[in-house]
């Protein structure tokens, strides 16, 4: 089944911006840095961009998909690599790991994100599987899992202020052979006020 089909039979849940929900605002992730710069412009050459809600690569093979959490972010990422092919992909969502989803085995490199830092823009390379992966956040950092030899695509959300909230795709034996991104606005800090401690005047015609 190609990409196409693969996202037509695949159902994601999206999350609807509310006001529990804000935007992300400063500049694009690695445009400090001059490498980081030459990297994205080079990659961008190469890839076409993919937009929310689209999964690429040659597809076939099982569903998988991050767990749906409302109440907490991305703050971790557990990549898997073996035979030059990314085996799998791990979310920890607050303090959780979710569960790893993919084919087993390979060296898993971890990655954990500051307090309040999103991923905003993924580069993927594929052949037959996936063969690497390359990660912007909202910090100016970027992360390697892989190697980024192939077809080369990126993967931003529609909506600027939006990060990686979910990782969805299909995966056989090998490796991962689809994959896609699910973008939202980040969750706000619940605000909570004081209570309000009324006093009255022995002179006030309250309660009397």
């Known amino acids: 089944m190609g990409a196409q089909g693969a996202q037509e039979s695949i159902k994601v849940m999206w999350r609807v ?32 961009p993919t937009w929310a809600g689209k999964m690429y690569g040659p597809g076939g093979g099982k569903y998988f998909s991050t767990t749906e959490d409302y109440d907490h972010e991305i703050t971790g990422l557990r990549v898997s690599v073996g035979l ?20 087993l085995g390979g060296n898993t490199q971890e990655v954990t994100l500051q307090p309040g830092e999103y991923i905003t823009k993924v580069f993927v390379a594929f052949q037959a599987f996936l063969r690497g992966m390359l990660m912007y ?16 695509s990126s ?32 969750l706000e800090e ?10 009255y005047s022995t002179n006030s015609p309250v309660g009397r």
């Open 17 to 48: 911006p509310g006001t529990t929900r804000r935007p992300v605002t400063g500049e694009s992730p690695g445009m400090h840095q001059p490498e980081a710069m030459l990297l994205l412009l080079t990659l961008a050459l190469l890839g076409g």
């Open 190 to 199: 619940p605000t909570t006020e004081p209570p309000v401690n009324l006093t």
């Open 84 to 103: 030059l092919l990314v085996k799998s992909v791990q979310v920890k969502l607050g303090d959780s790991w979710d569960v790893k989803l993919g084919a």
């Open 155 to 186: 993967a931003y959300p529609s909506q600027e202020g939006q990060v990686l909230v979910g990782i969805y795709g299909q995966y056989q034996l090998l490796g991962i052979k689809s994959i896609g991104f699910e973008w939202n606005y980040p």
């Open 137 to 152: 956040t909202s910090k100016d950092r970027y992360f390697y899992f892989g190697k980024l030899d192939g077809q080369i």
